[in-house]
């Protein structure tokens, strides 16, 4: 089941499945002027929350920290290594101020169990393995080039060279993995003669080429190729950063959906005006087991067909964007991907982040999300989307309604 609580101030959700409990957060800090104060806030908060979660103590596994500019990442770092100890989530710093106002804002992700069903596998701050279910997720973080100099292409290839040696030295093949975050400063700016977010796009083209992600947990009607669910957005840090969740099991019950949305032309299949070599994610990655299903959703906005709509009007941009999310994770579309008896709706999301190009934009772009949705924990965080135009985008994490009953 799902519940939707509030504590001390923070709203969360904790989701159970298969006496696996799973905890989403998200922490802005109430009180505080500097950075130290603001992030012991925020932790301080996140780290009532597991502690109210019986089983749950010591839970936190993935982190993505928001901090208002990346010259602020190493006092950030020290402080969360110094809270955590020996517990240490994977933390990946994401340049993107809060909308908040505040330094810094932190989007946790728990897991734990009252029977001690959960293992979990601490082996740096960036790449933790969770064991539970007869399923490994390997959580990998704060992924940046290895290299010095170079463009925008050089370094993503670079990038996606470092997470794959960082999974292979967990043992799981790139091919394993299910999301993705993709961080890019100055994403819409020029590099040479094209954008930078373009080369971006063509660095993962080549990277994925020939990689057969998930071929042998998918459902017999899904065929052709697929790639792992993704988010590729700006940052006020000028390099790429990124992260990624992949996963590992021998469960033959176990399957993997990539979702299109009936809405929108497959991001793979964009004309070259939007970019040479298309960008290579699914609209969403659903796990399911039986009657459940976990739902990852990719970065989306007010796109249909593959235009973008209501320009310059940030609410409509999100009520179009969440109209998008609805019917991706909706039943009839689960239906048309051959998997009928799954399916979400946004009562069902558990974690969100909404991305707003302009600060002037927040309150009625909050307003609009807590219409549709409620009370989900929410990260809200200035960040430029990868077409000018787009003043909004949205990504969550869902599960069918069929195993979170309300």
Same mark, same amino acid.
């Given at each position: ?26 922490? %802005?800090? *109430? #009180?505080?002027?500097? $950075? ?8 301080? =908060?996140? +780290? ?128 394993? %993995?299910? *999301? #993705?975050?993709?961080? $890019? ?8 003669? =094209?954008? +930078? ?210």
């Amino acid at each position: 089941m799902i519940r939707k609580e509030s504590s001390h101030g923070i709203g969360y959700s904790v989701v159970e499945l298969h006496n696996v409990r799973h905890i989403f957060a998200a922490a %802005v800090p *109430r #009180t505080g002027m500097t $950075l130290r104060e603001q992030t012991q806030d925020a932790l301080g =908060t996140i +780290r009532r929350v597991i502690d109210e979660q019986q089983g749950a103590r010591g839970s936190i596994v993935h982190q993505a920290v928001f901090i208002r500019d990346y010259s602020l990442k190493e006092e950030c770092r020290r402080l969360i290594k110094d809270f955590y100890g020996s517990e240490l989530p994977a933390t990946t710093y994401i340049a993107q101020p809060p909308c908040q106002g505040k330094l810094i804002s932190i989007e946790a992700l728990g897991v734990g169990s009252r029977e001690n069903e959960v293992e979990i596998e601490r082996r740096s701050e960036d790449l933790v393995i969770t064991r539970h279910s007869g399923v490994s997720w390997i959580h990998c973080a704060q992924v940046v080039p290895e290299m010095t100099g170079g463009g925008v292409y050089d370094r993503s290839v670079n990038a996606f060279v470092a997470m794959r040696r960082r999974l292979d030295s967990a043992g799981v093949p790139f091919d394993n %993995v299910i *999301r #993705t975050w993709l961080y $890019l400063g100055d994403i819409v700016g020029p590099e040479g003669e =094209t954008q +930078r977010y373009k080369e971006l796009n063509r660095a993962r083209t080549d990277y994925y080429e020939d990689i057969p992600f998930c071929q042998d947990k998918l459902p017999g009607c899904i065929k052709g190729p697929v790639f792992p669910a993704s988010t590729g957005i700006g940052t006020n840090n000028g390099d790429v950063v990124m992260s990624c969740i992949a996963i590992s099991t021998d469960r033959k019950d176990l399957k993997l959906i990539p979702l299109e949305n009936p809405f929108q032309t497959s991001a793979c299949d964009y004309a070259a005006e939007y970019s040479p070599k298309s960008p290579k994610f699914a609209r969403a990655m659903a796990l399911s087991c039986g009657e459940c299903a976990t739902i990852f959703v990719s970065g989306t906005a007010s796109i249909t067909d593959s235009e973008s709509r209501h320009l310059d009007d940030a609410a409509a941009q999100t009520h179009q964007t969440l109209d998008n999310i609805e019917a991706l994770i909706s039943e009839r579309n689960f239906e048309g991907h051959g998997t009928p008896g799954l399916g979400a709706t946004l009562d069902d999301l558990a974690l969100v982040r909404v991305y707003i190009k302009r600060q002037e934009d927040y309150a009625q772009t909050r307003a609009a999300c807590e219409a549709r949705f409620g009370e989900v924990p929410t990260i809200y965080a200035i960040a430029d989307v990868c077409r000018p135009e787009l003043l909004v985008e949205i990504e969550a994490v869902a599960f069918s309604g069929h195993c979170c009953p309300r």
